[in-house]
């Protein structure tokens, strides 16, 4: 690894030459991970590789879908949403019109 700039390269935590599994996800966001998810339930042995590091700040990653709240229950998370603020509506504002949901 070479090193940046006026400073050390960064250590990296060891890794083994080889992995095995049956399903390889790349990609650790909300679909790769629900996708991995779904097959680990499944019995499947799944790895997940993700270049950023965990916990990210995501521009929208905030918000969620009233899709995405389904499968977040689905998933068994109904406990902790409900700890978080759940809008009932949407309003958007854009080139002099608006648009409102409910």
Do not use: F
């Not at 050390?8 to 095995?20: I, K, M």
């Not at 700040?57 to 689905?74: A, F, I, N, W, Y």
Request: glycine share 12%; with cysteine.
């Amino acid at each position: 690894m070479t090193p940046p700039r006026g400073g050390e390269a960064e250590l990296q935590p060891p890794r083994p030459s080889r992995w095995a599994c049956e399903v390889l996800v790349v990609g650790g966001g909300p679909a790769g991970a629900s996708a991995a998810y779904w097959l680990a339930n499944a019995g499947v042995d799944v790895l997940v590789v993700e270049k950023k590091h965990y916990p990210r700040e995501k521009t929208c990653g905030d918000g969620l879908t009233p899709r995405s709240v389904h499968q977040l229950e689905q998933m068994g998370l109904a406990d902790d949403l409900a700890q978080h603020h759940r809008c009932k509506g949407l309003r958007a504002n854009a080139y002099g019109r608006t648009i409102a949901m409910s």
